[in-house]
């Protein structure tokens, strides 16, 4: 299993029409293509943001699921980002493939 993680920097003064166009429309179209388990969170600092940050992970099972949500569906959705908030909302993705730890088995020490 994939796991594919957007990371979104938010300037604050377009972060409620982001957050809105986000839940009304990108997190509904994920929810139709039947992705795996989607995680929307809150990036938290230690100290003073001058942005928000969020991270959004939407499990796939398959490098061809991959290809088709970045390729397609967030390519669609980081146009209409870029026409509605230019610069003031950036992001990244990245791919992550998650690995099965056996707990009988015993960490690795230095």
């Not at 293509?33 to 499990?59: C, K, M, N, W």
């Not at 610069?87 to 690995?99: A, E, G, P, T, Y």
């Amino acid at each position: 299993m994939y796991i594919v993680n957007t990371s979104f920097m938010v300037d604050p003064s377009v972060h409620d029409c982001w957050m809105e166009s986000l839940r009304k429309h990108y997190l509904p179209l994920l929810q139709q293509e039947a992705f795996g388990r989607v995680t929307f969170t809150r990036v938290l600092s230690a100290g003073p943001e001058d942005h928000y940050t969020y991270s959004l992970q939407i499990e796939v099972d398959t490098i061809s699921q991959y290809k088709h949500l970045t390729e397609e569906l967030l390519t669609d959705y980081t146009q209409i980002l870029q026409t509605l908030f230019a610069d003031r909302v950036l992001w990244f993705n990245s791919l992550m493939k998650q690995i099965e730890i056996d707990p009988n088995v015993a960490p690795l020490m230095n």
